[in-house]
């Protein structure tokens, strides 16, 4: 991979060296300022800018690669220090990527940095975020089943912004995962159970929900959505449709 160095008097560029810091500057900054993302940024499967990120360069964290980069500014979560040579980086530190407040905390670190990121923009992050609450009225219980019959627990991102949406875990598990049964799911079915999905391919969590098992829980009232994980690994304007459109699936099914 050749990176194109900057071109003399041109604005500061940006390197990520996390998915999460890869989608905001794919999000909101002009992409001549984007020195480098990480490979994931490009992945379809857990990229939702993936078709962004394909045209931009990518790198593994290595000193080199950096240098390479010709970046002024480098995107860093807490507990990630490379070991950078060559020249000297300029390096922002955002938040772990764990709570929906990242979205826009992360917005106001990279304006008060000087990146050309408007106020409004901010502001608009924690309208939308806001603006979701409450959208399942009638309060479903819901799984969302992850492969090797994990569920996901409440402090995960995916229930985090169902639960702030109005659901209600299946179980109140704290954490990010919890073990599951079939047993289980029978004697207490959910009112809704959302299913991993890696575009045209089966997921692990598919097939660990059997036809029959499927057809027993339907009986019993369980309600059954596919969604990619992409949507809710990290927080982002990406994150609202997708609720939006579990909130319709649970409601017109």
């Known amino acids: 991979m050749i990176f194109a160095p900057p071109m003399v008097g041109a604005k500061e560029r940006v ?6 810091s890869d989608l905001l500057l794919l999000q909101y900054l002009p992409h001549d300022q984007i020195a480098g993302l990480t490979r994931q940024a490009s992945d379809p499967t857990m990229s939702p800018l993936a078709d962004k990120a394909v045209l931009l360069p990518n790198f593994t964290a290595t000193p080199e690669h950096l240098v390479k980069a010709q970046a002024d500014i480098l995107l860093m979560t807490q507990g990630h220090a490379p070991r950078i040579i060559g020249k000297e980086i300029n390096k922002i530190t955002l938040g772990y990527p ?4 990242y979205w826009p905390d992360s917005l106001a670190l990279l304006r008060d940095a000087g990146l050309p990121i408007e106020a409004s923009e901010v502001a608009k992050a924690r309208g939308m975020i806001n603006k979701i609450a409450g959208i399942f009225t009638d309060k479903p219980r819901v799984l969302v ?15 985090q912004w169902l639960t702030m949406a109005g659901a209600q875990p ?6 990010w995962s919890m073990k599951l049964n079939p047993e289980a799911l029978i004697m207490d079915p959910p009112d809704m159970i959302i299913l991993e999905s890696h575009g045209p391919h089966p997921s692990l969590a598919t097939k660990l929900l059997d036809e029959r098992l499927m057809r027993k829980l339907a009986q019993l009232g369980t309600k059954f959505v596919a969604s990619s994980p992409k949507y809710w690994t990290c927080p982002g304007p990406w994150s609202i449709p997708w609720l939006q459109q579990v909130q319709t699936l649970w409601a017109t099914q």
């Open 15 to 20: 390197a990520s060296l996390n998915l999460c």
């Open 98 to 101: 764990g709570t929906l407040q």
């Open 170 to 175: 299946w179980r109140e598990i704290d954490g």
């Open 145 to 159: 089943l992850a492969p090797r019959w994990f569920g996901l627990g409440s402090d995960h991102l995916a229930m």
